[in-house]
């Protein structure tokens, strides 16, 4: 008889998986563009464990339907700290277009490849749903998508200057580059019980400043 590994081992994608943890609620929860595969080369997959090692709840929305009554988005209900949203692994337009704008018709990160589980600016689309659905929870956006688009931009596939996806998507922090040790500092302020609106200062971070607002000042920092 075939030995298999107790569901429990990987991080939950349904409710069902979430009960068999004896978990009543989540304290972050994450929305990817990708399927979720629990391997290295899935970011999802290594934020989730890193938020799961630093005794956060995590849950993972992988692929999420847009495009009906939103019923996937709303499956685990409100986290208790915020949601994290990726487009993938790839920038969802060169996922979905070749360099002359034609549509591909594979997705790598999709199983059995097929193409259409995301939207194009996935990150946009996930985080606008997210706060019409959940207004008063933080989203945090992070990814190659997230990190290329967090100052203006030219946008190739529409041809002209685009804001902040901070502007766009109306998230309320984005970790750019390679933000694990980011992402940590985040999530041990949280446990300090630091609001998420206080995490200013954290390195590798983008957010919005009203334009009444003046910058902040750290000793550490030198004017060049």
Not at 6 to 31: A, C, M, N, S, Y
Not at 113 to 129: K, L, N, Q, S, W
Request: aromatic residues 10%; proline residues 6%.
């Amino acid at each position: 008889m075939e030995n298999r590994r107790p569901i429990t081992d990987w991080l939950p994608i349904t409710k069902k998986e979430v009960d068999k943890r004896g978990w009543q609620d989540l304290d972050v929860i994450i929305v990817s563009g990708d399927a979720y595969v629990d391997h290295p080369s899935f970011g999802t997959a290594v934020i989730g464990r890193i938020i799961e090692s630093e005794g956060f709840r995590v849950g993972i929305i992988p692929q999420p339907n847009w495009r009906d009554d939103l019923r996937d988005f709303k499956k685990f209900g409100a986290p208790k700290y915020f949601f994290g949203v990726t487009g993938g692994c790839m920038d969802p337009m060169v996922n979905h277009y070749t360099a002359n704008k034609r549509k591909r018709s594979t997705d790598s990160y999709t199983p059995d490849g097929v193409a259409g589980f995301r939207p194009d600016y996935a990150t946009t689309v996930y985080t606008e749903i997210l706060k019409e659905l959940y207004p008063e929870v933080p989203v945090l956006i992070g990814g190659i998508e997230a990190s290329l688009r967090r100052v203006t931009h030219y946008d190739y596939w529409s041809d002209k200057l685009m804001p902040s996806i901070l502007e766009s998507s109306k998230a309320d922090l984005l970790v750019y580059g390679m933000g694990e040790q980011s992402l940590r500092e985040i999530l041990k302020l949280l446990k300090k019980g630091v609001p998420f609106h206080q995490l200013t200062m954290v390195k590798q971070t983008a957010y919005l400043r009203p334009k009444t607002t003046g910058l902040l000042k750290n000793k550490n920092w030198t004017d060049l």
